[in-house]
């Protein structure tokens, strides 16, 4: 089981926003489907990643569950002929091209803005949720938990997340760039989620001050306000901001369009109206530019900034690359060694037994002082003896020969037998 890591991935590389948004999944949806899968896959190890830029599942299998799993997140999402979209998913049955992808994932290498932050906090939630649906075993736990190592790594060794080349900064440089003309341009944030809140923070650190949040919770906003020193609009007076706003940001997290054609239309438009949707599913209904004055703009059309931030990152790559290569290693290393883990303790259980039979034979014959006297040289001598047959083991595991080393522990000292005599 341990080296049958497996994937199925859709994401922006092959699937244009209006795929993401039909399979993507909200927290209460990823719990559920990995409930679901619990139930109807055998898989261990089960990880559920879902953002704006990609819907992926990692699972530990002896079987190739990737159409069950299409099956299963039509279910999930009512889509009853989700078998159409199986074009858009890339499936990654080897398991070490699934461990390296889950390791480019949550570095951002494969981030549709190289080395975006929000990509490794994304993966944390992902895992807390794995954990706390049993969906994680001792395979998961320390694959994921190397990745968090690495990611301070990055960090801390290169310029890979320096600067702020995330999603939501390119979404300031293009309002930089709509409202070039407008002096002290109006702008309103709808909806402040994680990506919301950063282009908040952002907002303020590039010195925009005409800017109004608005948040069905208003107790967020209020905190937000305070934090970023902005103005809170009150959710039921939307309208009345829309009608003010140069700039529209949405971040709405919900599965039909906030922003409808029908609503805009009412606003009697005079001057242009620019909605910059991050939300996937969209909040924007994308014919809302038939509406002389307004334009749209999806997370799709968010491109790349050829900023000094992001050119730094890009010039990191090699080097955040190398440091993933190395804890892929030391990560294959371990996943090698507890293959052999269980013939290592029945080795030691075994050795154990013999010296606590031989113990015993003079349990009587000893006073306590020379009985521990002699309980102290047999574990040291036990250890020494073990030490090699250990080493040679590891060795084994990394030259990939370690089953035939099984085998001949397991006959030299009956292991199988040991190991079901101490079962019983």
């Known amino acids: 089981m341990l080296q049958n890591f497996k994937a199925i991935s859709l994401s922006y590389k092959k699937a244009p926003l209006e795929i993401r948004e039909l399979i993507a999944l909200d927290e209460t949806s990823c719990r559920q489907f990995l409930q679901t899968l619990k139930s109807f896959i055998q898989a261990s190890d089960v990880l559920v990643l879902s953002t704006c830029n990609r819907t992926e599942v990692y699972y530990n299998a002896d079987t190739d569950y990737s159409s069950e799993i299409v099956k299963l997140l039509g279910i999930t999402k009512g889509i009853d002929n989700i078998s159409k979209y199986l074009d858009y998913f890339t499936v990654l049955n080897e398991h070490n091209d699934a461990v390296q992808h889950l390791f480019d994932v949550s570095m951002g290498l494969e981030s549709q803005v190289v080395g975006d932050m929000q990509i490794s906090n994304q993966v944390k939630v992902a895992y807390q949720w794995s954990a706390d649906n049993d969906t994680a075993g001792p395979f998961l736990h320390r694959l994921m938990h190397t990745i968090f190592f690495t990611n301070k790594r990055v960090v801390q060794e290169t310029s890979f997340r320096d600067g702020a080349a995330s999603t939501s900064y390119a979404a300031i440089e293009l309002i930089e760039e709509l409202t070039a003309d407008i002096i002290d341009p109006s702008i309103l944030v709808v909806g402040l989620g994680e990506i919301g809140a950063d282009v908040c923070r952002n907002l303020r650190d590039a010195g925009h001050k005409n800017v109004k949040i608005t948040n069905r919770t208003q107790a967020k906003a209020q905190a937000l306000a305070e ?28 599965e039909t369009p906030f ?4 609503m805009v239309k009412r606003l009697d438009v005079l001057t242009y109206k620019f909605f910059i949707d991050l939300a996937v599913p969209r909040s924007v209904e994308a014919d809302l530019e038939s509406i002389p004055g307004v334009l749209v703009y999806n997370i799709d059309t968010i491109q790349n900034k050829a900023s000094e931030a992001l050119q730094r990152r890009i010039s990191s790559v090699p080097k955040v690359k190398e ?11 371990w996943s090698k060694e507890m293959i052999v883990s269980p013939t290592i303790n029945r080795l030691k259980n075994a050795l154990e037994t013999i010296r606590q039979e031989e113990m015993a034979r003079y349990l009587k014959k000893v006073n306590p002082e020379e009985m521990k006297r002699l309980d102290n040289i047999t574990k040291s001598m036990m250890q020494k003896i073990i030490k090699l047959p250990v080493l040679q083991l590891k060795a084994a595991c990394k030259r990939g020969e370690a089953e035939t080393l099984i085998d001949v522990l397991n006959d030299l000292f009956d292991l199988e037998k040991q190991s079901e005599e101490a079962s019983h």
């Open 227 to 254: 934090e970023c020193g902005l103005e809170v609009l009150p959710f039921e007076n939307i309208v009345q901001g829309l009608k003010e706003a140069d700039v529209i940001i949405s971040s709405v997290a919900r």
């Open 259 to 262: 922003f409808t054609k029908e």
């Open 323 to 333: 440091i993933v290569a190395e804890s892929i290693e030391q990560f294959n290393d």
